[in-house]
């Protein structure tokens, strides 16, 4: 076996930094079993594509420069690698989508052609991957390179993608079953819990809160006499978000932000939402959903956020909350109106300002005479004369170029 080098490089660290893993839920929520070598393969490959490609393309990466990366040092480099890849090439992952009733089986790497002339290894995928892993807009984990492929456990790495997927909510559990396949753990692997405690669990966490960008702890939930359910607790060492472009259009910037990046919405879907259903309802079913990831009890959080949003599922509410929410409802629907109201004045005081340039000074002096008789005749001639004149003359070119009404103007920005 090939030997692990503790001394890093910072040069190559520094590489690593730069490159990304781009993975689809689907493929982080299927219960696979990879090595740790194995693992570090794939991972490697996933971070050399270019996420806007249509099609994937043939990956080549040289043999000696990927046993620097992973601080390898021996002389059966090469046999090990090769070992690696005929395994992931028999490596059978299932990827389920359950609204469509579908299921994949397919390996993780089609194909992997060594040269021995440079040293180097061509790797292919298989092209029905291409959903999880090329043009990725929604329902996807984004981590760097850097954080896993120093892990030494492929445990450690299963754990860190199934709570970097959720970070945002900063906690997720699981039934100790559920997890144990997850981890492609096998019903003779750590059948006491003790085992799967120290051997896994701990270890696990122990070298993420060293290693990556998370910080993690747990707290276990038994059921009779033995443990049931494990709740992770997450919190990111960098906790400097970057902020997302702001649309003009969106009236909540907040809420916005809130669906693409914590609920895994694309930015178009998210706008759609909020044009589409009141702000209030959209809080409730992401409490609602929310609720659940926490409690284990949802995996996709982008498919099942787009099934509460749409088919407004939500907790059942008691009276106290159904007053509260009326409030906010009434609440938004009036900070609505006074938005539009404004951005229906600027429409209209910038049309009349340009009416207003088009007329010759000869009729507009004439249309000034006449509002001034206008606001005498309403007003008398007190103070405010010539503000009451200015108004009834701006009243009088609207009304003239038959410009559009409040109501008018809203039906007609409600088409676009």
């Keep these: 076996m090939i030997e692990t080098n503790k001394l890093w490089n910072t040069t190559l660290e520094k590489e690593i ?18 090595s ?14 270019n996420g806007d490609d249509e099609d994937f393309k043939s990956y080549v990466f ?31 992952l299932e990827i389920e989508d359950l609204e ?10 089609s194909s992997a052609e060594y040269i021995e002339e440079n040293g180097s290894v061509e790797i ?30 492929a445990y450690s790495v299963r754990i860190y993608e ?48 060293e290693k990556t960008d998370l910080r993690l702890s747990y707290e276990t939930e038994k059921k009779g006499r033995g443990v049931n359910k494990i709740k992770f607790f997450i919190n990111s060492k960098e906790e400097k978000q970057k902020a997302l472009p702001e649309p003009e259009a969106i009236s909540n910037k907040q809420l916005y932000e809130e669906l693409i990046k914590k609920f895994n919405q694309h930015p178009s879907q998210a706008r759609e939402y909020l044009k589409k259903y009141p702000e209030c309802q959209i809080e409730e079913n992401l409490k609602h959903v929310e609720r659940r990831v926490r409690a284990g009890e949802i995996n996709d959080i982008g498919a099942y956020t787009r099934k509460a949003i749409t088919d407004d599922i939500k907790d059942q509410l008691s009276i106290f909350d159904i007053e509260r929410v009326q409030t906010r409802q009434h609440e938004l629907e ?30 507009l002096a004439q249309m000034e005479k006449e509002a001034e008789a206008r606001a005498i005749e309403k007003h008398g001639r007190g103070i405010g004369l010539k503000m009451m004149a200015k108004l009834e003359l701006r009243s009088k070119i609207a009304e003239e170029n038959n410009l559009l009404s409040l109501e008018e103007w809203i039906e007609e920005q409600q088409k676009h």
């Excluded at 990366?69 to 028999?90: A, F, H, P, R």
């Excluded at 292919?124 to 892990?151: G, M, N």
């Design 124 to 153: 292919s995928f298989d092209p029905k991957l291409k959903p999880y892993l090329l043009k990725l807009k929604e329902r996807y984990t984004k981590y760097s390179l850097l954080h896993v492929i120093r892990l030494r456990s």
């Design 36 to 49: 740790l070598q194995e693992q570090r393969v794939l991972l490697l490959m996933i971070s050399l594509i």
């Design 334 to 363: 009036k900070k609505e109106e006074e938005r539009l109201a404004a951005e229906y004045q600027n429409y209209k005081d910038q049309e009349i300002d340009r009416l207003k340039r088009s007329y010759s000074d000869e009729l």
């Design 162 to 209: 199934l709570l970097k997927q959720v970070e945002l909510f900063k906690e997720r559990s699981f039934l100790l079953v559920d997890l144990r396949k997850l981890l492609g753990i096998k019903e003779d692997e750590y059948k006491l819990y003790a085992d799967f405690r120290r051997k896994v669990l701990e270890h696990s966490i122990k070298e993420i809160n």
């Design 62 to 92: 040289d043999v000696k420069e990927f046993a620097k990366m992973m601080g390898y040092k021996g002389q059966s480099i090469y046999s090990e690698v090769k070992k690696v890849t005929k395994k992931l090439i028999t490596r059978v």
């Design 17 to 34: 930094a730069s490159r990304l893993i781009y993975k689809h839920n689907k493929l982080i929520e299927s219960a696979h079993r990879l």
């Design 100 to 109: 469509n009733r579908r299921l994949l089986q397919i390996s993780w790497v």
